[in-house]
């Protein structure tokens, strides 16, 4: 059973910069897809952007092009999330979330870590 922790959250100024880091365990191979999401309060959850674990390729939703960057260090079973011209949009409870390449759905998921961008 893979298992998900995620650091790193806090309140940052619209402009800014955080970095996330999800370090995961039971992780058996290499054959993963692992993701960043988010949730803001009312909303769904939604997905920031993917990487595979094994290449290493990237993609992430438009509002977010550009300015995110998802990078993993595979030694060290982790994966980053860095968020640079934070803007107060971005603010939401940020998951990490893993599955293996092959299945439809994420099934492993971090608790979560606040993300807060004032204006």
């Known amino acids: 059973q893979v298992r998900l922790v995620e650091s790193g959250g806090g309140l940052v100024q619209a402009g800014g910069s955080l970095r996330l880091s999800c370090t995961a365990a039971?992780?058996?191979?290499?054959?993963?897809?692992m993701g960043w999401f988010r949730q803001a309060p009312g909303k769904e959850r939604e997905v920031v952007g993917l990487?595979?674990?094994?290449?290493?390729?990237?993609n992430y939703a438009d509002s977010v092009k550009g300015r995110f960057t998802i990078s993993r260090v595979d030694a060290k079973n982790v994966l980053y999330l860095q968020m640079n011209s934070l803007k107060p949009e971005d603010t939401a409870v940020y998951y990490c979330g893993a599955k293996r390449t092959w299945e439809a759905n994420f099934g492993s998921w971090g608790q979560g870590t606040q993300v807060t961008v004032s204006s």
């Open positions: 039971g992780l058996t191979g290499s054959s993963y897809t």
């Open positions: 990487i595979t674990w094994t290449l290493g390729s990237t």
